[in-house]
């Protein structure tokens, strides 16, 4: 059940957060499924269109507003490529 003690923890820090939307919880959760089926990287290594199909966003713009927010909110550290063909790193903090 360690698996989900970062959800829970995220959900805690959340709670008084009016700046976080559903969207950027199907996100979060979406790259903590990622991490945890990669066998708990830290960082790890995704493209984009990656965690919008976990999280069932299609839209790049919204994805990328809401990975830019948790990053600036302190909830993770984004590191982008700007590649096609290399992928960004997520860290969790």
Same mark, same amino acid.
Do not use: W
């Given at each position: 059940?360690?698996?989900? #003690? =970062?959800?829970?923890? !995220?959900?805690?820090? /959340?709670?008084?957060?009016?700046? +976080? &939307? ?19 990287? #830290? =960082?790890?290594?995704? !493209?984009?269109?990656? /965690?919008?199909?976990?999280?069932? +966003? &299609? ?20 590191? =982008? ?13």
């Amino acid at each position: 059940m360690h698996e989900l #003690n =970062p959800l829970t923890e !995220f959900f805690l820090s /959340i709670k008084n957060d009016g700046r +976080i &939307s559903i969207t950027h919880i199907a996100i979060y959760a979406a790259i903590l499924d990622f991490r945890i089926k990669s066998g708990f990287d #830290n =960082p790890i290594q995704v !493209f984009s269109y990656q /965690i919008m199909e976990i999280a069932k +966003i &299609s839209a790049g713009a919204t994805y990328r507003k809401c990975i830019k927010d948790l990053s600036e909110f302190g909830y993770i550290r984004y590191v =982008p490529s700007f590649k096609n063909n290399q992928a960004s790193k997520i860290y969790f903090v």
